[in-house]
């Protein structure tokens, strides 16, 4: 191996890593590019003897496995995917200091089959580090649906290390893969590694830097330390600060001072230039590609990437997801509620069998029970209809477009175009999404995507903008609702939500978060089948089952405590009256009563309680109302003096509020600041404050 730090596996891994592995066990770490297969590889080797965890010091996540092969045992650890050595995101740079500085017996590195030119540049990186590297070059299936043809023997010829061909997905070539990983941590296969040679400078100057090495590293492969040294990467030396000795690094420190008159930009890009040549010079002798080769692909991408039709088409097809998920929910909603309020009746009837006392019967059925069986019918339908075509969309491939098309408005925004990747996992989750800003390598453009995160809504608010939206304005007459409109208006709401990140990112770039907008490469996959099997679990079981469980868990405690205050009765009011009433003369001024401002305040565990909390205030009983149709909720909140201004505001300070509790201790963790947390909460708040405000002002004015 190139690189060695402990005299034992054990200490060495565990000091370093937190990997702890046996002596008569040997450590595989899985490199690659994103969306190459890998995680499928990782998968497929492992099964399910698999689990994650945080690297030591990072958030970043990692999955480590083990897999046998003849009564041998391996740990494989999957680690970010990285485009290059020279990291950038903190994922990049785990990627790197892992692969770099984790000393493992065998480095397998994953490429796309259907373009492994753009690959091949992590491949030439890795191999000028280590001896023992297996080049897997996976999606084998997709290459031969596109006419695609790869020569084996020629690239291993080509480069001097073992090539399989594999698809993970169907198992091809995945056993040969585990013969070969045998072969090459037991040194039984024979590496006759081809090294890219660049221009008579660089070349001169890494024998210099050699000769200067000599004898005073640890480590063997000092033509790699060498390019190192040249390239400069700040962020590389600060690695180096941690896994090696203190000797070592005045070493290197030393041979940096020599040469910090050399243009170490000009170099790199003198060094990145040779491996991209030598990538296209092995894809033309070794890689066939058809005449119709990403035909198909490319006259999609015309249409879906154009700046023409791009945007549009992606507005159309939100559009259509909402107006089936709103058409397709209103039936099953309903028959859900009538099947959990009927068990309600059940459960009414066991405690007056077992003679109960009435405040025990109103606590867990007509608090908890009720709220939890509202929850679960208003939002179960819509998710059941609308992750499913989100993740049929993302199967497809066509949300990585969308952050293509959206690139360019968040550069003329002065923030980060992977900020874009981080906003559409909003969607989902934001605090999922905050989480996703890791991918973005500066500090002030990570900060700005995690304050602006919020402005999309999460899967908590659609529920809440969905059912007003079809209450308000999709009413004919009685029975009878047009699906388009609310779904309109839910596109809208999403837009408004996209402009005002935009808007508040370049504030926020121009003032406490100034920096120079940084350049990125966004990788657009091919375009693929959707598996069924898989948009099924992911939607249904990841997303659908996750969000509602996480609802559920805050709703029952919530549905107990709202039902207490609302029977705690003080001179004739209920203690939930009298706090909304002091809220009052506030909520006025946003167009709300105060039941709805509270209503707010208390769903801050989770944005789905919103319309069970007024639901339940607005009733004299104290209970939560039954849920038996549109109508009914209609019914209820126009009784209670709502009107369309009051919808209109409502929607809007659903998609312009503080984020929920979970939500906020994610910004806590991730930036380890209750400053920025309260950032987080504060500037959407006064947003949605500021917006509900000025519509109030016009409403009256005319």
Not at 1 to 20: C, E, R, V
Not at 215 to 242: C, E, P, V, Y
Not at 243 to 253: G, K, S, V
Not at 321 to 338: C, D, H, M, R, W
Request: with cysteine.
């Amino acid at each position: 191996m190139g690189l060695t730090f402990a005299s034992t596996k054990k200490s060495a891994f565990s000091d370093l890593f937190n990997i702890d592995i046996a002596e008569n066990q040997y450590l595989i770490a899985l490199a690659g590019n994103p969306n190459t297969g890998k995680s499928t590889v990782f998968n497929y080797l492992t099964g399910l003897n698999q689990h994650t965890g945080n690297w030591p010091g990072k958030t970043v996540v990692n999955a480590r496995g083990k897999f046998k092969h003849q009564n041998e045992e391996y740990i494989l650890i999957d680690v970010p995917g990285t485009y290059s050595l020279f990291a950038t995101s903190e994922e990049e740079v785990v990627a790197r200091d892992f692969i770099c500085f984790g000393n493992p017996d065998a480095v397998i590195v994953v490429c796309d089959a259907t373009c492994m030119e753009r690959n091949l540049n992590l491949v030439f990186q890795i191999m000028e580090l280590t001896d023992n590297l297996i080049l897997v070059v996976n999606l084998m299936d997709e290459a031969k649906k596109k006419n695609i043809t790869i020569n084996k023997l020629g690239i291993e010829m080509e480069l001097g290390i073992p090539v399989i061909l594999t698809s993970a997905k169907t198992g091809q070539g995945m056993e040969e893969l585990k013969a070969m990983i045998s072969k090459v941590v037991n040194k039984e296969y024979e590496y006759q590694k081809k090294e890219i040679v660049y221009n008579a400078n660089i070349e001169e100057r890494i024998k210099y830097i050699i000769e200067k090495l000599k004898g005073k590293l640890k480590q063997t492969n000092l033509r790699w330390w060498a390019l190192r040294i040249l390239d400069g990467d700040h962020k590389f030396f600060s690695s180096m600060k941690r896994f090696l000795t203190r000797e070592e690094f005045e070493i290197i420190d030393e041979i940096r001072n020599e040469l910090f008159n050399i243009n170490q930009e000009s170099l790199r890009e003198q060094i990145n230039e040779t491996s991209f040549q030598a990538a296209e010079n092995l894809k033309t002798k070794h890689i066939k590609e058809g005449k119709d080769k990403f035909a198909r692909d490319k006259k999609i991408d015309n249409i879906v990437t154009s700046k023409i039709f791009g945007i549009p088409l992606m507005l159309l097809l939100l559009l259509g997801v909402f107006f089936i998920t709103i058409k397709g929910a209103n039936y099953p909603s309903q028959l859900l509620a009538e099947v959990l309020f009927g068990f309600e009746k059940v459960l009414t009837k066991l405690f007056i069998f077992i003679n109960a006392p009435d405040w025990l019967h109103g606590l867990l059925v007509l608090g908890l029970y009720r709220t939890l069986a509202w929850v679960v019918s208003v939002m179960l339908p819509p998710m059941a209809i609308f992750f499913p075509l989100f993740t049929l969309l993302e199967d497809l491939g066509y949300l990585p477009r969308v952050a293509y098309n959206l690139d360019h408005l968040f550069k003329k925004a002065c923030a980060h175009g992977k900020q874009c990747l981080s906003m559409c996992m909003g969607f989902g989750c934001n605090a999922a999404g905050i989480i996703g800003t890791r991918i973005i390598e500066s500090p002030q453009e990570k900060m700005i995507a995690i304050l602006t995160n919020n402005f999309v809504p999460c899967n908590g608010r659609f529920p809440t903008l969905i059912a007003i939206s079809t209450v308000f304005f999709a009413y004919i007459s009685y029975g009878k609702y047009n699906s388009f409109t609310p779904a309109l208006i839910v596109t809208g709401l999403i837009i408004l939500g996209v402009i005002m990140t935009l808007v508040v990112s370049f504030l926020l770039s121009k003032t406490i978060l100034k920096g120079i907008p940084s350049a990125f490469t966004l990788e657009l996959p091919p375009y693929r089948k959707p598996k069924i099997g898989r948009v099924i679990y992911t939607s249904i079981l990841d997303r659908t089952i996750f969000v509602l469980s996480r609802a559920a868990i805050v709703a029952i405690p919530a549905g107990i405590i709202i039902w207490t205050i609302s029977n705690i009765y003080i001179n004739g009011e209920s203690l939930l009256q009298l706090c909304a009433k002091y809220l009052t003369p506030f909520a006025n001024l946003l167009s709300f009563d105060g039941i709805i401002l509270l209503a707010f305040i208390l769903s801050l565990p989770a944005n789905e309680i919103l319309l069970p909390i007024i639901l339940m205030a607005y009733l004299s009983t104290g209970n939560m109302v039954e849920y038996e149709s549109i109508d009914s909720l209609r019914t209820i909140l126009i009784n209670n003096g709502w009107t369309y201004h009051t919808a209109i505001n409502l929607l809007l300070f659903s998609l312009f509020h503080w984020p929920c509790s979970t939500t906020l201790l994610t910004i806590k963790k991730e930036t380890g600041s209750w400053k920025w947390t309260f950032a987080g909460f504060i500037i959407p708040s006064l947003i949605g404050i500021i917006v509900c405000m000025v519509t109030t002002f016009i409403y009256h004015l005319f």
